[in-house]
């Protein structure tokens, strides 16, 4: 199975952008279904984004809905999340998470593979 590692986090003014990436180890990338989700102090892992295989279908949380954006290359093994109008509000622990589906899942449990994560911090 794929071994995932986030990066691109860090510290953004409100109304800034930041993208993160999630590269994927082994040749099955294709084979699974994305997403990212994130978890804020004091609250619980919650949804905010997912892929399809081919990247032909999304999912979004309606709190990033016309803010974020997920893509991934299949070529390169990687997911995105580009995040744009970030809010103070979005500040957590991104995590990247993989399931070998056909599904564009979005509940926390659908996943069993994830990241270590990356921090996003957005100043006000």
């Known amino acids: 199975q794929v071994q995932l590692v986030e990066s691109g986090g860090g510290l953004v003014q409100a109304g800034g952008s930041l993208r993160l990436s999630c590269a994927a180890s082994?040749?099955?990338?294709?084979?699974?279904?994305m997403g990212w989700f994130r978890r804020a102090p004091g609250k619980e892992r919650e949804f905010v984004a997912a892929?399809?295989?081919?990247?032909?279908?999304?999912n979004y949380a309606e709190s990033v809905k016309g803010r974020f954006t997920i893509s991934r290359d299949n070529a390169k093994n990687t997911v995105y999340l580009q995040m744009n109008s970030l809010k103070p509000e979005d500040t957590a622990v991104y995590y990247c998470?993989?399931?070998?589906?056909?599904?564009?899942?979005?509940?926390?449990?659908?996943?069993?593979?994830w990241g270590q994560g990356t921090q996003v911090t957005v100043s006000s």
């Open positions: 998470a993989a399931r070998e589906t056909i599904v564009v899942l979005t509940n926390t449990s659908g996943y069993n593979i």
């Open positions: 082994g040749r099955t990338f294709s084979r699974y279904t």
């Open positions: 892929i399809s295989r081919s990247g032909g279908s999304t």
